[in-house]
């Protein structure tokens, strides 16, 4: 018999729970070293170009165009990555709401709560949006960093 059918008083979350959390916890920390990444990326391309420029007397108009695709990439890259990411928050947040909707032993699960919430209000993909939005901003001013070195 499945978790649903079986006698909800002897359901333990407890592992499964866990579990979650634990992969919850992986996502946030990825999302931060994605951000932390491309901001790197972006002061290495500057570094890169301070160093080109030392090289010659004026920057040629290729490797400007070629130092800006790349900052523009790197920052699309990683502003990629972040939603996907944000994506499975909350397909993982999705889980947790789950087991602590049909567990009886769930640390963060109020005793009265014994229904399945409804699909559309669990599943947020904004829920701790202002990070995703935080964070990319990071990458699109690192972009225009890069931009400001190279065109001025």
């Known amino acids: 018999m499945t978790a649903r059918g079986a006698d909800v008083?002897?359901?333990?979350?407890?592992?499964?729970?866990?579990h979650i959390i634990e992969d919850?916890?992986?996502?946030?920390?990825?999302q931060w070293m994605i951000s932390n990444y491309g901001?790197?990326?972006?002061?290495?391309?500057?570094?890169?170009?301070?160093?080109?420029?030392?090289?010659?007397?004026?920057?040629?108009?290729?490797?400007?165009?070629?130092?800006?695709?790349?900052?523009?990439?790197a920052a699309a890259g990683a502003i990629s990555?972040?939603?996907?990411?944000?994506?499975?928050?909350a397909k993982y947040r999705a889980r947790v709401d789950l087991v602590c909707a049909a567990c009886t032993e769930c640390p963060e699960r109020p005793k009265e709560v014994v229904a399945v919430p409804d699909r559309r209000t669990y599943q947020s993909f904004w829920k701790d949006g202002s990070i995703l939005i935080l964070l990319?901003?990071?990458?699109?001013?690192?972009?225009?960093?890069?931009?400001?070195?190279?065109?001025?």
């Open 39 to 73: 901001a790197s990326l972006q002061v290495a391309l500057i570094a890169l170009y301070r160093f080109a420029l030392a090289q010659s007397t004026l920057p040629s108009m290729s490797e400007r165009v070629v130092f800006s695709l790349l900052a523009a990439l």
């Open 24 to 30: 919850i916890r992986f996502m946030k920390r990825n």
């Open 136 to 152: 990319s901003l990071v990458q699109c001013f690192g972009a225009a960093a890069v931009l400001w070195v190279v065109w001025r």
């Open 9 to 18: 008083d002897r359901v333990d979350g407890r592992p499964l729970f866990g």
């Open 81 to 89: 990555i972040l939603v996907r990411f944000q994506k499975s928050l």
